[in-house]
């Protein structure tokens, strides 16, 4: 071997974990710059937020339900308590004055939306979290609600789904 070689070999033996992590670091500098990546992440956060489709629950519902024994064709109306409701987050600024002889004071609350940024120009405020809606009562028609079984087993059904109690839930029977 020439002696080129064999300083090369040295070096190699000496620095080679050195030189390892130099070449994985330019790996992921290189691969994280990518744009397709950078698009990725942002469509996946835009997902993460859904909005609650009450006409869809209760078609769901209601295909549920005609699959109990008995029941026949179903359709459920569901009435809200309050809808959904999503809770953003925001700086309070509390500021209280006394006046000069210390007998009252006053206080005074200042609330600013958190606003986060993307980098883009495009700006949208910290979600902090979504309460779905609460459900105040149900009506179901039914084909099988002179059942008083089918009619013991939709009530569960609904009452369990929708977390309302059974002396909300009124089953009728569907005109033909």
Do not use: H
């Amino acid at each position: 071997m020439k002696s080129w070689q064999t300083g090369l070999i040295r070096l190699w033996e000496k620095y080679k974990y050195f030189i390892a992590v130099i070449l994985i670091g330019v790996v992921l500098l290189a691969s994280s710059g990518l744009p397709e990546k950078e698009s990725e992440q942002t469509e996946t956060g835009s997902e993460s937020v859904q909005e609650f489709d009450l006409a869809a629950f209760q078609q769901a519902i209601a295909e549920s339900l005609s699959k109990i024994d008995g029941a026949g064709r179903v359709e459920v109306l569901l009435s809200l308590e309050s809808g959904e409701e999503s809770v953003y987050a925001s700086d309070v600024n509390k500021s209280s004055q006394t006046s000069s002889d210390g007998s009252s004071t006053s206080e005074s609350y200042q609330s600013a939306m958190s606003i986060l940024s993307d980098g883009s120009y495009g700006e949208s405020p910290v979600l902090i979290k979504s309460n779905y809606p609460t459900f105040r009562g149900a009506v179901v028609l039914c084909d099988g609600a002179d059942s008083s079984a089918v009619r013991l087993e939709i009530t569960q059904a609904v009452s369990a789904l929708c977390g309302i109690s059974s002396d909300r839930i009124s089953i009728s029977k569907m005109s033909q």
